[in-house]
């Protein structure tokens, strides 16, 4: 009875949730777990993290049925940079063929060398095995490369799911300068770039808070992933400028209406996620470090800035819905 009761009222999986201390990708899991309970009020949401997954995932047949949708962890891991996630989600899609499989917001990045290439023709090939998997791109670049290599997959294009939040509350005196900056594989800025910011920004007077949103130890629940996240979004709500080469330190920038100059890391994901905010006039994009003190005083001379609106995200994130 317990059994064909489950059956008749499915259950919501959320697969690969972080609990490392990356708090863009904490914010993602965060936000994922609100859109859910938000939009799924009547179902049971699930969680199962990132580590051990690919382990884990033929135990999971015993308690997932074919009537469960299943949403993957998004972010910018499609590709081969993180290839574990990779090697999860083909996992994921060919152990349930049956489910309704959902990527959330994804940037796609697979380097045009033999290998990474050989690497996307096998996520193409398994993911065009899948008769309902939604894979959603969350800036153009990738939602055109998905479109155009994974024909016979739902493709859709919303931003990333951390815009559904909205965290410009409690206003705050601001004062100085907020750096977050990578210092991983991922970082284009070099050192000497990073000094030519540091004297503009002091030849202005502003103090300089050096930073970055992979801190601290890891994050093992929910009550502190909340806690952490909304420690660096105080961070930013009391900061006078944001300056920043990570995706969330933009995105995060954004929510909490805080000015903010972003540069690009090695692939198109700044760049691209930016036009998302091009009618914010405190988020600024550059792609040469020459321009930055222009940047700067443009931020600088701005006499009134934008109020943050999730409302076209929410649009954009009903395409999820459609087919749920």
Known sequence: MDQQARRIK???????????????????AYAEEKFIKDNFRNLELIEFPQENLENIIDD????????????????????????????????????FPNNKIIFFPQTIF?????????EFEESIRIYSTHKDLTII?????SFEIMKNNFKKNRVILTPDIVTYLNESEPKCNRKGT???????????????QMNIIKNILIKYK??????????GDKIMIDSQREQRLNEIWDMYRKSEIVITDRLHGMIFAAITETPCIAMNNYNHKVSEFSKWFKNLNYIKFIDDINN??????????????DKYSNSFAIDCFKQILENT
């Open 60 to 95: 999971l047949k015993n308690q997932i049925t074919d009537k469960d949708i299943i949403f993957m962890h998004g972010g910018g891991n499609m590709g081969c940079e993180y290839k574990i996630t990779e090697v999860q989600r083909r996992k994921v899609v060919l152990t």
């Open 206 to 215: 502003y103090s300089i808070t050096i930073d970055d949103s992979v801190r």
């Open 110 to 118: 697979f380097k045009d060398t033999p290998y990474e290439q050989n």
């Open 178 to 192: 907020l750096m977050i900056m990578r210092n991983d594989r991922e970082r284009k800025i070099d050192d000497i």
């Open 137 to 141: 791109g969350r800036e153009e670049k």
């Open 292 to 305: 930055f003190e222009k940047v700067l005083n443009q931020l600088r001379n701005e006499k009134v800035f």
């Open 10 to 28: 499915p259950k919501i999986f959320l697969l690969g949730v972080p609990h490392h201390n990356n708090l863009g990708d904490n914010a993602i």
